[in-house]
């Protein structure tokens, strides 16, 4: 990854996503242009509906943009072909979702071992790899439990162990505080933080001690970013668009 | 992907079970199928190998019934006799047969023979004994009484029941005629019916089957008899026997060498072995769709779960596999399942399966022969194989649709809802 500390980590040209409803066209994201460096942690903030989701959607290969361009790590990631798409999910790009999305029946240490599996990690490393994550998380004793026996607040954590498990520069959550307690979401968001020390870390948000942490915030609305900011909280913040070291 | 598919199976018990069950039921039905189809297929060797050693002798160019107009010449006494004497032969069986008029214009069949001889039904003999119902069959203890077993047929014609057996009668009266029968000026006898058969055919349950010397001093007979059968030690030396008949009594005699009942019984068993093919393809379309529905089903209640997979760096293909372990592995515990039930209640189950689902499709007389159908339900390496290869093959038929489902979930699925 020499290119990686070079270039910016994402960069959007143009991006549209339109769907369409009955005769309706609804334009989700209209034009977008974005450039994000390499580590920190970026929060999207606007109304509901004005495109954050879809955003992060298309960033993450997900969805693909209905025009435009989107580069992330050095991929084209609208070009990309099925087989390099799901390598680019296993290395490049981590997710985060609001609803933990663990898988039921794995535990807490194989459902954190899982990308690494599909990404042909021996499975010693995994177990090896998976353990110390979840120790660092704080759920050193939850290993063996099943997502029903972990609380929510424990759920996203090991959600986030799994989505760091391969190491990818680039990770995305989308309101991973939505469905937690202010304390237990309070402890997501200082866990985002450490970890966007070390890559870029894209947060969805409707917290405004989440949007606080952000090295940088943008705000979108219609499916557009906003020049301006409209909060003075986020004008501090939220201007710049070099990486920043986060404040701990 | 193999070990998260395996791991998937016993997600929810009582969908295993279920899905166990449904499965296994076609599986069960395959089985008893098979079965029976074995069954039949060893029944049919013995009764072609029986049946194919025994040579019918009648008079030239007659029936051979002692009382039909233009068909009464009878063979000679000494041809029984003649033929025991022929190397090869093992068994010579004496028959004589008159024709009675029952309820205009039907007739009965009255057959003396020795009372320990095959009981061979008229026209439809190759299976040889029918089917005691109710009392008992001649023994050689009523050679020269005054006895009778009947067909079920003409029991009902002349009102006998099975409890009356043993102190019914039935009048004999050679004197009465019809179309095709002259009267013979003989006194009426009565003879005490012992027996009821059935042969599940309706001419063979119109006969009467009576001691020989019995059936000789009702009509008056002398030692000619209608019909000599010869028993051949194998089928390999039905040829050379026939000729050696040729050569001692075919100036008086035909004689009926035995290749209709072959093509006989071979039709038969074709029959049987059309439907057991039928029905095992009906199992095996029966699991498809039961592993069809299934996947479906699966595809739909974790396509959260399959998008997540999908975001989380997993292949199609792998998502895929997945699923067809899990598909595989159902399938083999329903047709585990369909063993553990087919080895317990495989032979009850097969009898009425046979009877039932088959019985009607074969030729009647055929039916008695359920009765002593014997139907194995071993679980061998090769019923194994069957069970094995025909789950593997249903479960990646019956999910392919499911497959191309899952294939095109999107890992957007994962947010579905949110
Ligand atoms: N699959 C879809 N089909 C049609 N319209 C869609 C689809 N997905 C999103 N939209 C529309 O696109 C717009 C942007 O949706 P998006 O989910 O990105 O909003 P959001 O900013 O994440 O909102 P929220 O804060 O409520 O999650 C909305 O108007 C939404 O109705
Ligand atoms: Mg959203």
């Known amino acids: ?248 | 992907m193999i070990r998260l598919g395996l791991r998937n199976v016993p997600r929810n018990k009582a969908r295993l079970m279920l899905i166990a069950f449904l499965i296994g039921i076609p599986v069960f039905l395959l089985l008893s199928l098979r079965s029976v189809d074995e069954a039949v297929e060893r029944q049919t060797t013995v009764l072609t190998r029986d049946v194919n050693t025994v040579l019918q002798l009648r008079a030239k160019g007659s029936m051979g019934h002692v009382n039909m107009i233009g068909q009464d010449r009878l063979l000679p006494a000494d041809v029984p006799e003649k033929v025991a004497r022929i190397e090869n032969v093992v068994q010579v069986e004496s028959y004589l047969l008159a024709m009675a008029p029952i309820t205009p214009p039907n007739f009965v069949m009255h057959v003396g023979l020795a009372p320990s001889a095959v009981k061979r039904l008229e026209s439809h003999g190759e299976a040889g004994n029918p089917r005691i119902i109710a009392g008992r069959d001649l023994t050689p203890e009523d050679a020269g009484q005054d006895v009778a077993i009947i067909g079920k047929g003409y029991a009902a014609w002349a009102a006998i029941e099975p409890k009356d057996v043993g102190k019914a009668t039935l009048a004999i009266d050679p004197s009465r005629t019809h179309p095709a029968i002259y009267g013979m000026n003989r006194p009426q006898r009565n003879l005490r019916i012992v027996g009821i058969y059935a042969s599940g055919y309706v001419f063979g349950d119109l006969q009467l089957f009576v001691p020989i010397d019995t059936f000789r001093s009702i009509y008056g007979t002398d030692r000619r008899v209608s019909w000599v059968f010869v028993r051949v030690d194998s089928v390999d030396n039905v040829a050379t026997v026939a000729q050696r008949l040729h050569d001692t009594v075919g100036g008086v005699a035909d004689i009926l060498v035995p290749k209709q009942a072959a093509v006989f019984t071979a039709t038969t068993s074709r029959t049987v072995l059309r439907l057991t093919f039928l029905g095992g393809l009906l199992a095996i379309v029966l699991m498809i769709i039961v592993v069809f529905f299934v996947v479906l089903m699966q595809v739909r209640e974790r396509a959260r779960e399959i998008g997540t997979l999908k975001a989380i760096g997993a292949s199609n293909g792998g998502v895929v596999v997945q699923f067809l372990t899990e598909a595989v592995a159902l399938a083999l515990l329903g047709g585990a399942f369909g063993l553990v039930v087919f080895r317990f209640l495989g032979d009850a189950v097969t009898r009425h399966l046979f009877a039932l689902g088959i019985g009607p499709f074969l030729p009647s007389h055929y039916r008695p022969l359920f009765a002593s159908l014997s139907v194995g339900s071993e679980i061998s390496a090769s019923v194994l194989l069957i069970v094995m290869s025909v789950a593997v093959v249903a479960a990646i038929i019956g999910s392919s649709y499911g497959v191309w489902q899952l294939i095109k979930i999107s890992p957007l699925e994962a947010v579905k809802h949110e």
Request: no cysteine; charged share 25%; hydrophobic share 40%.
């Open chain 1, 1 to 248: 990854m020499n290119d990686g500390s070079m270039l910016p980590l994402i960069e959007l040209r143009a991006v549209s996503k339109s769907y369409r409803k009955g005769g309706e066209r609804i334009d989700a994201i209209a034009g977008i242009d974005l450039v994000v460096e390499e580590r920190g942690m970026v929060a999207i903030v606007g109304p509901s509906g004005s495109g954050k989701s879809t955003l992060m959607h298309l960033v993450g290969a997900m969805d693909r943009p209905t025009s435009g361009e989107i580069g992330v790590g050095g991929h084209m990631v609208n070009r990309l072909s099925p087989r390099e798409l799901t390598q680019f999910r296993r290395r490049t790009v981590g997710f985060v979702f609001q609803m933990f999305n663990l898988v039921p029946n794995l535990t807490a240490l194989e459902n954190v071992a899982l990308p690494m599996e599909f990404n042909g990690v021996a499975r010693a490393e995994r177990a090896d790899r998976a353990s110390s994550l979840l120790g660092q998380f704080g759920l050193g004793q939850r290993l063996r439990h099943l997502p029903r026996e972990l609380s929510g607040g424990e759920m996203q954590r090991v959600a986030i162990a799994r989505a760091v498990a391969n190491a990818p520069r680039l990770i995305l959550a989308d309101e991973p505080t939505g469905n937690l307690d202010s304390r237990s979401g309070q402890m997501i968001y200082e866990l985002l933080q450490q970890i966007s020390r070390e890559r870029t870390v894209m947060v969805v948000t409707h917290a405004q001690d989440l949007a606080n942490l952000a090295n940088r915030v943008i705000h979108i609305r219609d499916g557009r970013l906003q020049d301006r900011p409209p909060s003075v909280a986020a004008l501090r913040r939220g201007q710049e668009s070099a990486p920043a070291q986060p404040s701990s």
